[in-house]
């Protein structure tokens, strides 16, 4: 059995810390499932971790729908959050409507996640009354990057405090089960946390969100490109990938691998007539 956003919502009721992680493929889906961790979000972060793309917006429902499948079937307990990409919920309601639900219909997810606060609460309010729960995304949203001017901590001054507190309350109000802030002040993310019932999500947030996000590449040191300040690495996973790269590719050269163990035999009187008749004997 999946968590279920009630089970989530229940966590900051009790004080209990809620975790969430990406992840985009199934084997790695697979071994998180076992971790414990309550949510796994199918994050368009996609498109840098795993397509190397520059940022979130080049990736399509395409995309996110290959990679939500693979992670559903990785996964038996981890409640699988799908993240619309940029500019599927913007255009209509319909259209936000019909992507919501590919999510769930086709790709297998328990709910999806958008970026924005008032300015998407119509939409929210749309998609949790057909039944598809949404989390909610604010603070730094990599989909605004151009509009925000890059990646930056949000929230700082009292009006863009203001902000993202009407924002919060507006998804709360709108029937989202939770909300992500990103790159937001610590003291900020503590209020929210307090004025909002739904759980807080953080990363780069501070300790007093409900609970906390990560980047799986960020995590567990694959992603070489650059570390975010708000990531620690448990693991230098892509330090590993590339000794043992280097050694298969020494072994090789060197004839030490495959050996005799890591081949397949066949019946010697087969071979012996392959033999003959190619005149290959010896
Ligand atoms: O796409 C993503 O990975 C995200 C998280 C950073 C919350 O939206």
Redesign the pocket.
């Known amino acids: 059995m999946r968590f279920t956003i009630a089970q989530i919502r229940e966590m900051k009721e009790r004080g209990e810390k809620i975790t969430m992680l990406?992840a985009y493929d199934y084997s790695t889906a697979k071994v998180l499932d076992d971790t414990g961790v309550q949510m796994l979000?199918v994050?368009?972060?996609l498109g840098m971790v795993m397509l190397g793309y520059e940022s979130?917006i080049p990736v399509t429902m395409d995309d996110m729908l290959h990679h939500t499948k693979a992670v559903v079937r990785g996964t038996k307990k981890a409640h699988v959050v799908g993240?619309m990409p940029f500019m599927t919920y913007h255009t209509s309601v319909a259209d936000a409507l019909r992507n919501a639900a590919r999510f769930i219909q086709e790709g297998g997810a328990q709910s999806v996640?958008l970026e924005g606060g008032e300015n998407v609460a119509e939409v929210v309010a749309r998609i949790v009354s057909c039944g598809i729960p949404v989390m909610g995304?604010i603070g730094l949203t990599?989909q605004s990057m151009n509009q925000l001017s890059g990646f930056k901590v949000q929230g700082k001054s009292l009006e863009a405090a203001e902000r993202l507190m009407k924002d919060a309350i507006a998804l709360e109000q709108a029937g989202a089960f939770s909300i992500?802030l990103?790159a937001v002040p610590a003291p900020l993310a503590t209020l929210i946390t307090k004025k909002v019932k739904v759980p807080t999500i953080g990363?780069g947030a501070g300790a007093a969100c409900d609970g906390q996000?990560q980047?799986i590449g960020d995590l567990i040191g694959v992603f070489p490109d650059f570390v975010p300040k708000h990531a620690k690495q448990y693991a230098r996973v892509g330090d590993l990938i590339k000794a043992a790269g280097a050694s298969y590719v020494a072994e090789v050269q060197a004839g030490i691998f495959p050996t005799k163990k890591e081949s397949y035999t066949m019946d010697e009187s087969v071979l012996a007539e392959l033999k003959q008749a190619h005149g290959l004997e010896g």
């Open positions: 990406t979000l994050g368009d972060s979130t993240d996640k995304h990599p992500v990103e990363i996000v980047v």
